[in-house]
């Protein structure tokens, strides 16, 4: 085999891992909610999780800053809640969830997803 | 103290809670006297000192609890939404005319059998560049800019697809046309690729363009059913009749309704009468004749006369409002057969880039020269040719079509489980009074023993009746006005039996009202009465026994009448294979001849209210699913076991949250239409998923070269960008389909 496809095979292997690891690697850092947050939707949700507590009425203020088409719609399916979300506007969705869990979220096309992790 | 009243706009409102949270947190400004909420509407009505009160109070009250106040309406109304929206869709246009213009000249120039045909100018490299860069990143902007702004969160979508794929093909053709000999060094003929970038991102606008557009018509059903809503009222106050914004209707106002108009909140007419069309809200096509009692509700449309009605339900408490909210949430839920969709969508797009970072190696280390062309072609292909989009549509499009078309047809379905449970159901129970039958039995008949009238037993019957909700006893005392057996007998020591009948003190004697159960418990011999009770049992009559002082007095029958849509249904539900089961309370013959008439042959009779729950779970354990139909009311737990609980008529709260699927119209021929609704969305969905799915299964091996090894056959970057633009559309257009479905 040719030195530049020796270095084509790693340089792939390499990319792979990469995408693996920069895509399906990361960790979401949890952040505590108590009352309200605001969540900013561009490229993502940011913060990516948050943590409620059951019962209690939290509300999740979501700002889109991304013109993404695919972003324009918030869908919380556990809470039956679909949003449309008009770029730079505030939507507030108020949950008092019921359930203790882990409940994602995503957008219109399932695309781009959040998490709500319920706690007791 | 001066006052002024106004009313604004508020966003960001969603519950009933929000109404709440809005109302107290405006009421707590100083000098604010009275503040009403409106949900269906969005809009808050408050009443104030002018003096104390400013905008910017107001304001910070509302959004000091997280709303937007819009009392100025400087900030965007739905109109300026909806403009902003169309200025989207324009801007998206000219970026595809542009892209698809620019991108066919370098086509013309550049394409191997056309380019011979083209001007000079058209086949220089350096004009190819000049012509492809504003489409990559003017047109193309939107792909880099949401690549950026996902790669930050470490994610991909679509978009880095896209991006990646264009910015491969661009790069390379820059590199060829600034500097040829180095490509040529590497034993390449230098050739530029400008079309493939320009013409995908071309037609990939262009199907996002028909997409939005498409997009728009899955929610419509919602849009329709806001746009249901009259503007305004005409109030009765102070002796006057003024016109009134409808969110500042008040509970106990008193409305005039002139023929032609929409009738503006739920209430009871109080004067006049009038046809009404309520086709609107309850699907139902044949206009309603209502008089004084009767109850309207809003934003259906009178027809004929002019009548005057009290306000019973206003602002999110209405018929309409809480419709709206129902096929919000449902909506807004997910079908369980969209988890396999979501789990493949969030490991997609990372799976695509791996492959196509697979395929540049594997065609540069073992394909055919020029093995870096190939490389690059088919790695463009296929992250050009993936579709994540058309899965994580296949399911919602559908859903929302499919709630908003039953909604239309007076289907309220709760959610997307729902729907896609409903499609399964095998076994259907009919819950008999009220739901199978008018549930307004009349008396029939009429039979007195042992030296009493007809009259007495009347009386009787009545005087312990009274209190009773029960169909049958509303049916007795009508009969006893009717045959003018009053007055009714002081009660004492009043009883009621569950599922038996009742007993009470009269005159210091003891009487028992009820079935023939209740007369042998309390050791009653009804043996004179048994060849009467056979006969009147035989023809489906309703029998109420009474006893005085332990001695059988009397019988009233009474027959309901069974309503004119139950056998069709019943018919067209054996039509699809569903079998129908009829439940009562009534002893068997009874059961047995109205379920004749209506073509049933499974009874279950005799079964107390207390009873259908079990009942319902033990048809369950036959392995089948099982839909419940009842009034909501008594049937709530049997409801809420069966797999689906089907809801009749506008029913009270209770029938809305204990049911799967509320029946606005209590026709029930809609029984069978939301079957064939859930079946036909679920084979929408189904035939989605599959395109959608396989579309990626096929197409991507065969972007990666699949076929090439047997048929020399290879994917060009530009076909791919077409099927891709086109596997979205025509799943969002697969769902739009569903609305011309016939469900009837």
């Known amino acids: 085999m040719s030195p530049d496809k020796i270095i084509v095979a790693i340089a792939s292997i390499l990319g792979v891992g990469f995408t693996y690891w920069f895509f399906l690697g990361k960790k979401e850092k949890e952040v505590q909610v108590s009352d309200a947050v605001d969540i900013i939707v561009d490229g993502g949700y940011t913060p990516e999780a948050i943590s409620i507590a059951k019962g209690k009425t939290t509300k999740l203020n979501f700002i889109r800053r991304d013109p993404t088409a695919c972003l324009e719609e918030v869908v919380l399916g556990d809470f039956k809640i679909r949003r449309q979300l008009p770029l730079n506007q505030k939507v507030t969705i108020e949950l008092t969830p019921q359930r203790s869990g882990e409940f994602t979220y995503s957008c219109g096309m399932g695309m781009y997803h959040g998490k709500i992790i319920v706690t007791e | ?744």
């Open chain 2, 1 to 744: 103290m001066s006052q002024t009243k106004k009313t604004f706009s508020i966003k960001g409102m969603h519950c009933a809670s929000c109404v709440l949270v809005l109302e107290r947190s405006l009421k707590q400004v100083e000098g604010v006297m009275q503040a009403t909420v409106n949900l269906a509407t969005e809009k808050a009505t408050v009443t104030y000192d002018p003096e104390k009160v400013t905008d910017k109070k107001l304001s910070s009250a509302v959004s000091n609890v997280g709303y937007q106040a819009l009392i100025t309406e400087e900030i965007k109304t739905e109109d300026d939404e909806q403009k902003e929206k169309q200025q989207e869709l324009r801007s998206l246009r000219l970026r595809v005319v542009v892209s698809l213009a620019l991108g066919g000249l370098i086509l013309w120039g550049g394409f191997p059998g056309l380019m011979k045909t083209a001007p000079m100018i058209l086949q220089s490299f350096w004009v190819q560049l000049l012509l492809a860069t504003p489409v990559q990143f003017w047109a193309g902007f939107s792909f880099y800019r949401a690549t950026i702004s996902a790669l930050k969160h470490r994610t991909a979508n679509m978009d880095t697809l896209v991006a990646i794929g264009t910015t491969v093909a661009y790069a390379y053709s820059a590199v060829v046309t600034v500097l040829p000999q180095l490509v040529k060094s590497v034993g390449i003929e230098p050739m530029p690729y400008f079309d493939t970038g320009a013409i995908i991102i071309g037609l990939i606008l262009l199907g996002r363009y028909f997409e939005a557009k498409a997009k728009a018509g899955t929610s419509e059903a919602i849009k329709k059913l806001i746009g249901l809503q009259a503007k305004t009222a005409r109030v009765l106050r102070d002796g006057k009749e003024i016109d009134i914004p409808i969110s500042e209707v008040m509970i106990g106002d008193i409305i005039r309704v002139r023929p032609g108009e929409k009738i503006p909140v739920d209430g009871v007419i109080t004067d006049g009468e009038s046809s009404i069309d309520e086709s609107m809200i309850t699907g139902e096509s044949m206009p309603a004749d209502k008089a004084k009692g009767d109850s309207v509700v809003g934003a259906t449309m009178n027809k004929t006369g002019t009548f005057m009605f009290k306000a019973t339900k206003v602002g999110s408490d209405t018929m309409l409002a809480r419709i709206i909210k129902l096929v919000q949430e449902a909506q807004g839920s997910k079908a369980p057969i969209q988890r396999l969709a979501d789990l493949v969508s969030s490991y997609f797009v990372p799976v695509v880039i791996m492959l196509a970072i697979l395929t540049f190696a594997v065609w540069y280390i073992f394909g055919p020269a020029p093995t870096l062309l190939f490389a690059l072609l088919n790695m463009v292909a296929v992250l050009i040719i993936a579709c994540p989009c058309a899965m994580g549509l296949a399911t919602p499009t559908a859903i929302m079509v499919g709630t908003g078309k039953g909604a239309e047809h007076g289907i309220l379905i709760k959610d997307a489980e729902s729907l896609e449970i409903a499609h399964k159901v095998k076994i259907i129970i009919f819950d008999k009074t009220g739901t199978l039958t008018e549930g307004e039995p009349k008396v029939t008949d009429v039979i007195a023993y042992g030296g009493f009238t007809e009259q007495d037993i009347l009386r009787y019957e009545a005087s312990l009746e009274v209190g009773s909700a029960h169909p049958l006893a509303k049916a007795i005392i009508e009969e006893t006005e009717l045959r003018k057996a009053m007055p009714l007998e002081p009660i004492e020591k009043f009883r009621s039996i569950v599922g038996h009948g009742i007993s009470a003190l009269i005159q210091g004697k003891s009487v028992f009202a009820g079935k023939e159960k209740l007369m042998t418990d309390n050791g009653v011999d009804i043996a004179l009465a048994k060849g009467d009770m056979s006969r009147l049992t035989g023809e489906g009559k309703t029998l109420s026994l009474l006893a005085i002082d332990g001695k059988l007095a009397g019988i009233v029958a009474a027959a309901d009448k069974v309503k004119s849509t139950a056998k069709m249904a019943v018919e067209n539900l054996k039509k699809i294979g569903i079998e129908s089961i009829m439940i009562t309370g009534d002893n068997e013959r009874t059961a047995n001849a109205i379920a004749k008439q209506v073509g049933i042959t499974r009874v279950l009779a005799e079964v107390l209210p207390e009873e259908k729950e079990a009942e319902v779970r033990k048809i369950q354990a036959e392995g089948k699913v099982v839909a419940m139909v009842g009034d909501g009311i008594n049937d709530a737990p049997a409801l809420a076991a069966a797999d689906i609980g089907i809801a009749m008529g506008s029913g009270t709260d209770v029938a809305i949250e204990a049911a799967d699927i509320t029946l606005i119209n209590k026709d029930l021929r809609s029984v069978v239409s939301a079957i064939v609704l859930s079946k036909k969305t679920m084979r929408t969905i189904k035939q989605n998923l599959f395109w959608a799915f396989g579309y990626n299964v096929v197409l991507i091996p065969v972007a990666m070269g699949a076929l090439y090894p047997f048929f020399h056959l290879l994917l060009n970057p530009i076909f791919a960008s077409i099927a891709m633009a086109t596997s979205s559309i025509s799943v969002v257009s697969n769902s739009l389909l569903l609305k011309r479905k016939s469900i009837v």
